[in-house]
């Protein structure tokens, strides 16, 4: 059971909150980032610049804050997303198959909205004209510093499967919360904790992999402990 939400509505009601609050909405992609003295500061395309105390990186699979920090993408398995076209279902549900070479999934939502992607590895990717993504699982190699930190997808990734990225995105959040209301500062202390929170995440869903891999017959090449470091 469950329940499908438009991201964008989802989006803008959250921006919406947060000005509310008294924050301040800078848009643009994240183009530098350098530590200075007593905080970081973050340069946006088009020439923008935000300077803090601390920073909380959630930008996705990109890490764009953490990895300009000098945190490392570690990669347990290569998997490519690419969009397909599947005809309409008449019941909003989530459809989910797989085979040896491959598994895809469909989502039928609200209005009429459909999604669906098939996952496979680079070298089995079949080419075609729909869009294609990164749906690697994969993690940092280190998850914060005293004025940083990563939440989110940012920090550690999820094969689409996994239905962790959710739970996950906000236990970092309610951590970065905390710093920003509070210290802006990350201690040794916190950092390990920090670190062992999303370690044991991804021990977590790296069994759970090789389990759907058993069920399915599509077993995973990467053992659960195996990742590679990719910048």
């Given at each position: 059971m469950g329940t499908h939400r438009r991201r964008t509505r989802l989006d803008a009601v959250l921006l919406r909150l947060a000005e509310r609050e008294g924050a301040t909405i800078a848009r643009g992609r994240v183009s530098a980032v350098a530590a200075l003295g007593g905080g970081v500061v973050v340069q946006l395309t088009g020439g923008r610049s935000i300077e803090g105390a601390f920073v909380a990186d959630a930008t996705g699979r990109a890490a764009a804050v953490s990895r300009r920090l000098g945190a490392r993408r570690l990669f347990a398995e290569r998997l490519v997303a690419t969009r397909e076209s599947w005809p309409r279902m008449m019941e909003d549900r989530l459809f989910v198959e797989g085979s040896a070479d491959d598994w895809r999934y469909s989502l039928f939502g609200p209005g009429g909205r459909a999604d669906a992607w098939r996952?496979?590895?680079p070298s089995r990717l079949r080419r075609g004209p729909g869009l294609a993504v990164d749906a690697s699982p994969s993690r940092l190699d280190a998850f914060a510093g005293e004025r940083w930190l990563a939440i989110g997808d940012a920090s550690v990734?999820?094969?689409?499967?996994?239905?962790?990225?959710?739970?996950?995105?906000?236990?970092?959040?309610?951590?970065?919360?905390?710093?920003?209301?509070g210290s802006c500062r990350m201690s040794g202390e916190d950092r390990d904790a920090f670190a062992l929170l999303n370690l044991q995440t991804w021990a977590t869903h790296r069994r759970d992999d090789v389990g759907r891999g058993h069920s399915s017959g599509t077993l995973s090449e990467a053992s659960p402990a195996r990742a590679s470091a990719v910048r």
């Open positions: 996952i496979s590895r990734a999820f094969d689409p499967i996994a239905s962790q990225g959710l739970g996950h995105a906000m236990a970092g959040a309610m951590t970065a919360a905390g710093k920003l209301l």
